[in-house]
């Protein structure tokens, strides 16, 4: 059998990342859109109230938390090129400013939600800011998650599969899209 053409088949077959990361992937995105579309539901039967407490968001808090997401995955995914293409220096400062950016997005969205709870706008206050508690907290779990794989892949980077590499920023990414989505429905869309 001709071995390029087996690595050419297999590439064209087996995503980057591998299979299981875009089943989680797709799950995780069904997840988080299930969620959202309740909200928009639910939203639509009361929308003063809902707008109402979504008034009481921080709206510079999330745009400054989509920015770091989004930084973060630009340094990501130029970390990812740099390890394909063998420049190691560039391949650190992306992996390391990705994993800085990412802790700014953790540590703002910590103070944003220890705001919300100490102004009593807790998980039990209306139906807005249960979905707000639950997407919000769901996300920064996945981000928390996230972190602790590209950790992983810099104190691996020496020996680290490209694969696994690959793997590790799809979930990357997938944080970064949840995010995207979640950001206009919960902040923005009145």
């Known amino acids: 059998m001709n071995t390029k053409f087996a690595e050419s088949d297999e590439s064209i077959w087996y ?3 591998g299979i299981l990361i875009w089943l989680i992937v797709f799950v995780e995105v069904i997840t988080f859109c299930m969620g959202i579309g309740s909200l928009i539901f ?25 920015i770091f997401l989004l930084t973060s ?11 394909e293409k063998q420049k190691e220096p560039i391949f650190i400062f992306g992996i390391l400013g990705s994993i800085i950016f990412g802790l700014g997005f953790l540590i703002l969205k910590f103070l944003e939600f220890e705001n919300k709870w100490s102004l009593g706008f807790t ?14 907290g769901f996300h ?26 690959e793997a590790g920023a799809i979930f990357w990414h997938m944080c970064d899209l949840i995010w995207l989505i979640l950001y206009p429905a919960l902040y923005l869309i009145q």
Not at 43 to 65: D, E, H, I, T, V
Not at 73 to 83: C, E, H, I, Q, T
Request: hydrophobic fraction near 50%; avoid cysteine; charged fraction near 10%.
């Open 140 to 165: 920064y779990l996945h981000v928390v998650v996230g972190l602790l794989i590209l950790l992983i892949v810099f104190f691996t980077r020496k020996n680290i599969q490209f694969v696994n590499l």
């Open 123 to 136: 998980l039990d206050l209306s139906v807005f800011f249960s979905y707000y508690w639950l997407l919000t």
């Open 15 to 17: 995503p980057p990342g």
């Open 73 to 83: 995955g630009f340094l990501l995914a130029l970390s990812v090129y740099a390890k």
């Open 42 to 66: 639910d939203k639509a039967q009361n929308p003063s109230g809902f707008q109402a407490m979504q008034s009481q968001l921080n709206r510079s808090f999330a745009f400054w938390n989509t």
